[in-house]
């Protein structure tokens, strides 16, 4: 549903703002799956939430930080859904909604960077989800780099969390509204390093 645990193997939309702290020319990263999350949510009858989470997700990252330009690209198993509900999973990969026998890749390609200083506040892109693209921007709540060490070695590394929103309607998921909300909430989670 949202592009949206690992939605990349885990969405890795997050992690382009990896790169913001190096200077230079365009530097790639590596995006630490087992750090990095994408997980969503609906309203349910307007009373609860479903939440839910992506399991296979894979991303590459490049970005020039003089130039304050790159690109992410993200793809994400729609197969991979997981809501913690084996009934409300096999809705969601059906045609009534991701439809992940006929578009088994949900994808993400954000290539504006927005900056208010040095500090990233978003990146703007575009979702493919449903066979449907829209433009989408992921907002990013928190950001930060510094060298970390693992054992004798030390990799320069960036993390953060952001947010973003969409309605299911415009990617052609109408199914059960309005008792099921229109707008899916993403919270992604990434954690990259340097290569």
């Not at 990252?61 to 997981?82: C, N």
């Not at 990969?93 to 506040?121: K, Y």
């Not at 054992?151 to 415009?170: L, P, Q």
Request: aromatic share 10%; with cysteine; glycine share 8%.
């Amino acid at each position: 549903m949202s592009i949206c645990y690992r939605l990349i193997p885990r969405f890795i939309a997050g992690a382009v703002f990896l790169a913001i702290s190096v200077a230079g020319a365009a530097t790639d990263w590596a995006v630490n799956i087992d750090h990095t999350s994408i997980n969503f949510a609906v309203l349910h009858f307007d009373i609860s939430y479903v939440h839910g989470r992506f399991d296979k997700i894979a991303a590459v990252v490049s970005f020039d930080p003089d130039a304050k330009s790159g690109q992410v690209v993200v793809t994400v198993d729609a197969d991979s859904i997981d809501t913690g509900n084996r009934v409300v999973d096999g809705v969601l990969r059906s045609d009534q909604f991701l439809d992940a026998a006929a578009n088994p890749e949900i994808r993400f390609v954000g290539n504006r960077f927005v900056f208010d200083g040095d500090r990233l506040t978003a990146v703007d892109g575009m979702l493919r989800l449903h066979g449907i693209e829209r433009p989408l921007t992921l907002t990013v709540d928190r950001f930060v780099c510094k060298d970390v060490a693992a054992g004798i070695v030390s990799h320069f590394t960036c993390g953060g969390e952001m947010h973003a929103a969409f309605k299911r309607s415009d990617f052609g998921m109408k199914r059960f509204l309005p008792d099921v909300g229109d707008e899916v909430k993403l919270d992604i989670g990434v954690e990259a390093a340097r290569r």
